[in-house]
C-alpha cells in the first residue's frame, strides 16, 4: 500500500532517480546553491552524490541529507580535471547502478578587465567555470544513455552574463557562455532523451558570497537591486530540484533567470 509520504515524494518526479550535484559541499556555515539543490533533490526520494573537493566539506552536506532520512553518497574530485571528471561518473554508477540527473554547479569569479587580464588567469577560471561543466557532461551523457530513461542537465549562470557589473570580465563572458553551451548541448542531446537548461542566478546571498567579505552596505544595495529584495541558495535549489524532475519533462535549451526580478527593472530614476 502507498502511503501518503511515497505520494508526496513520487510527486515531485524525482523519485529513484539518481543526481550529482558539483559544488554541493558546504565550504561554508550556510546553504549555498549546491548544497540546496541537493538536499531538496535528496527531499524528493532522489539518491544523491555530492561531489566536492575536500571530502569532509561534502560529508556535511551528506550528514544533513540522512539526518533527514534521505540517501546520499560522497565522491571528491577535482572537475577541473577530465580523468577526475571520468572517476566521478564511473564511482556514481559503481555505487548506484544508474545516472539520472546532473547539476554543474562549480564556478568563481576574479576582478579584472581586457586591459589588465592575465591570460594565465583567463584561462584557469574559463577551465573551471566553462570546461568543467563540458567534461562533466561528456562522461555523465553515456551514463543517462545507459540508464535508459534520459537525463537532465542543470547548468548553472549568472546575472552577470546580461548585466556585467564592472571589473569583472573571467565571470560575465564565461557565465554568458554557459547560456549558448547549455542549448547547444539541448540540441544535441534531445535524440538522446536529455534536457539541458540554464539558471541565471541573481542577487542570492549564500556562504560563498559571505566568505567575500561583502559589507553590510554592498548586501543592502544588491537586495534593492531586486523588485522581491535578497534570495538564498534554497530559491535556487528549488528551481535546479524542478528542472531536474519529470515535472519539467518538456523543457530543454531554456536559459531561466532566478533573480528577483532584477532583470525586468533599470537603474532607479
Given amino acids: 500500500m502507498t502511503s501518503q ?3 508526496m515524494v513520487n510527486d515531485t518526479g524525482l523519485a529513484g532517480k539518481v543526481i550529482i550535484v558539483t559544488g554541493g559541499s558546504s565550504e561554508a556555515e550556510g546553504i549555498g546553491n549546491g548544497k540546496a539543490a541537493a538536499i531538496l533533490s535528496a527531499r524528493a526520494g532522489a539518491s544523491v552524490v555530492v561531489v566536492g573537493r575536500r571530502h569532509d ?3 556535511e552536506t551528506v550528514d544533513y541529507i540522512e539526518r533527514e532520512g534521505g540517501t546520499a553518497a560522497v565522491v571528491t574530485g577535482d572537475v577541473t580535471d577530465e580523468t ?6 564511473e564511482q556514481t554508477m559503481a555505487r548506484f547502478g544508474r545516472l539520472d540527473g546532473l ?3 562549480v564556478g568563481a569569479s576574479s576582478p579584472g578587465t581586457a ?3 592575465d591570460m594565465e588567469k583567463w584561462r584557469d577560471y574559463h577551465r573551471l567555470n566553462v570546461e568543467s561543466q563540458v567534461m562533466m557532461s561528456k562522461y555523465a551523457i553515456p551514463a543517462m544513455i545507459e540508464s535508459g530513461d534520459g537525463g537532465s542537465i542543470v547548468n548553472i549562470s549568472s546575472m552577470s552574463a546580461l548585466r556585467p557589473k564592472g571589473n569583472a570580465l573571467i565571470y560575465s563572458a564565461t557565465k554568458g557562455e554557459i547560456i549558448y553551451l547549455s542549448q547547444a548541448m539541448a540540441v544535441d542531446h534531445a535524440k538522446d532523451r536529455i534536457r539541458v537548461n540554464c539558471v541565471i542566478i541573481g542577487p542570492v ?3 560563498t558570497v559571505d566568505a567575500g567579505r561583502m559589507t553590510p552596505e554592498r548586501r543592502a544595495q544588491r537586495a534593492a537591486a531586486s523588485l522581491l529584495g535578497e534570495g ?3 530559491d535556487t535549489g528549488y528551481l535546479v530540484r524542478f528542472l531536474l524532475s519529470d ?5 530543454t535549451g531554456q536559459a531561466i533567470a532566478i533573480d528577483g526580478g532584477v532583470s525586468v527593472i533599470g537603474p532607479s530614476r
Fill in 5 to 7: 509520504r511515497d505520494m
Fill in 57 to 59: 566539506a561534502a560529508q
Fill in 84 to 89: 577526475s571528471c571520468r572517476e566521478i561518473v
Fill in 103 to 105: 547539476d554543474n554547479n
Fill in 115 to 117: 586591459a589588465t587580464m
Fill in 205 to 207: 546571498y549564500t556562504p
Fill in 232 to 234: 538564498n541558495g534554497w
Fill in 247 to 251: 515535472q519539467a519533462r518538456w523543457m
